[in-house]
């Protein structure tokens, strides 16, 4: 029988280290849900009463199937578990799961909290009480395990095993620092599963000397159950392992598929291209092309013999079929397995098309021209359904915006403050109607916005509720005369979302392309008529 690995991820607490990503609360909700549909076992939310954010997010549970977790500090030297308003926090927030981070190696101990080893080893024992007496799942994540157990394994050792005796579901084994090679960390855990049973330790690995990944497979061959890690190995320095790396490597690989299980399905591992891509659009990063399983060069061979080996036999330069994973496979000539990548998506928008159909010829030669322009539907799937209507002759024509102009003007107000105001003013023809309409906004896209929603004469009662929930920006093909593709998240009323994405030279006009599908996927879901 294969033995359970629990996954375990902290992109939205760990991740939200990593230099120049910042998650909105609406980023941190969308990314829950990615993970939990993707069939992770714990998603980390944060840390609750550290900063306004995190604690707004644990009002509420946030995941459906996933064990909503949230992250702190074990007590504070000099006051119990009770009187600590950092557990109070942890306690008050609505999670299935908490887990404390504790120090592990004595010089931290000592130099960093100031406090005596056996104070600390009191506080592991106090915070994983208290938490497990409210009936949560606890979990120790000790920190800087691996380099204090180098400089002192008898108290490193304690740390755990207070952890364990004290009643906490998982002991963390960090690599704090990322240094531990994997060699040495498969030595360690071995030691440590004498102390602690296997199945109740995990490992918490940064990729400082590029090992995360790595060292996180010997762990589990050590013993270790639990593998902890962030998507993409977002993280601050060097990043986290990733955990993307380690789902394709755990579920294909039959060096771990025979001897171990996750929860991650296999209908679910056909989404881990998407889910990858769709997390680096929605911090607005350029996905790495070379990334192992889901980047877009992962299986893509140039001409020459490589490439006629792999129109022979993928199998002769593919260590797994990429649809396996999402992904596609690329040879300059073709795209081999295209179709069937893309009548996957298609079956998953409920829209289905037999392998012979013609119509699906049309749709990739359209998917691979719009991307050549420079979109990218991964993370935008309203535009994407609107490709494959269109393609398909299924869109009416609710409307037709004949003009449209964009005003910035930087002035001084009545009150003497100088101010920057935008206006915009759109014509727009409804069957024989036609509308003119004009509004200001706090941006030339949010004028726009405005004033392209205010009037849509007898499909305005569909799309009162609709609203810009966020905005991305990206410039790529450099230069002035760069090349701006834009993301656009909507909402309604029913806490629905979806993204759309325009592409072109103008800002203003990619912006446009976004808004103006995101209300024709508003039209087409609520079923309009033309």
Known sequence: MSARIYLFDTTLRDGAQTTGVDFSLADKIAIAGLLDRLGVDYVEGGYPGANPLDTELFREKRTQNARFTAFGMTKRAGRSAANDPGIAALLDAQCDAICFVAKAWDYHVRIALEIALEENLAAITESVEAAAARGREVMVDCEHFFDGYKA?????????????????????????????????????????????????????????????????????????????????????????????????????????????????????????????RAIDELLNRQPNRHAPFVGASAFATKAGIHASAVLKDPRTYEHVAPESVGNLRRVLVSDQGGKSNLRAELERLGIELSRDDPRLSRLLDALKEKEAQGYAYEGADASFYLLVKRVLGEVPDFFEVERFSVNVERRWNAVGQLVTVAEAIVKVKVGDEVLISAAEGNGPVNALDVALRKDLGRYQALIEDLELIDYKVRIFQGGSDAVTRVLIESGNASGERWTTVGVSPNIIDASFEALNDSIVYTLMTRGARP
């Open 152 to 276: 002192n394994p008898d108290y490193a050792l304690a740390c755990a095993r207070t952890a364990y005796e004290a009643g906490a579901r998982w002991v963390v084994l960090c690599d704090t620092n990322g240094g531990t090679l994997p060699e040495e960390v498969r030595a360690i855990v071995t030691r440590v599963a004498e102390t602690v049973p296997g199945d109740r330790l995990g490992i918490h690995a940064h990729d400082d000397c590029g090992c995360a990944v790595a060292n996180s497979l010997a762990a589990i061959e050590a013993g270790a159950r639990q593998i902890q890690g962030t998507l993409n190995g977002l993280g601050e320095r060097c990043g986290n392992a990733n955990l993307v790396t380690i789902i394709g490597t755990l579920a294909l690989k039959p060096h771990y598929a025979e001897r171990f299980a996750t929860g991650i399905a296999p209908e679910a591992l056909a989404r881990l291209t998407p889910v990858s």
